[in-house]
């Protein structure tokens, strides 16, 4: 089954297109392959490469660290020797001892 062909106009700097087409020679690879291979990524991934986005790493990498806390937190609060607890809302808030409110609020 042959697939379909699309053409991709770009417009960009002159140098800038001068200066990475040489790296990418350098590697053996095509303009064509590496817009390719992008498309292909953000096909499967369902996402825009942060690269792309302009996503500061470490401000996610912060973020991932903030909600790790916050259930490292909830993790090891249950009481040793607590009853048994009546229903749901109580073994939550056995469980949890009210920081799962607080980690609500961080959403």
């Not at 020679?25 to 990524?41: D, K, N």
């Not at 916050?70 to 048994?84: F, W, Y």
Request: proline share 4%.
């Amino acid at each position: 089954m042959a697939t379909q062909q699309a053409t991709i106009n770009v417009r960009m700097d002159s140098a800038l297109k001068e200066r990475a087409g040489a790296v990418l020679e350098s590697h053996g690879i095509s303009t064509t392959q590496a817009i390719t291979r992008l498309w292909e990524e953000m096909a499967q991934s369902r996402a825009v490469p942060d690269f792309i986005s302009g996503v500061d790493k470490s401000a996610r990498a912060a973020e991932v660290q903030r909600k790790l806390d916050v259930l490292k937190g909830m993790a090891g609060c249950v009481k040793v020797h607590t009853p048994p607890p009546a229903n749901g809302k109580e073994l939550r808030n056995t469980i949890y001892g009210g920081k799962y409110c607080d980690y609500l609020e961080l959403q």
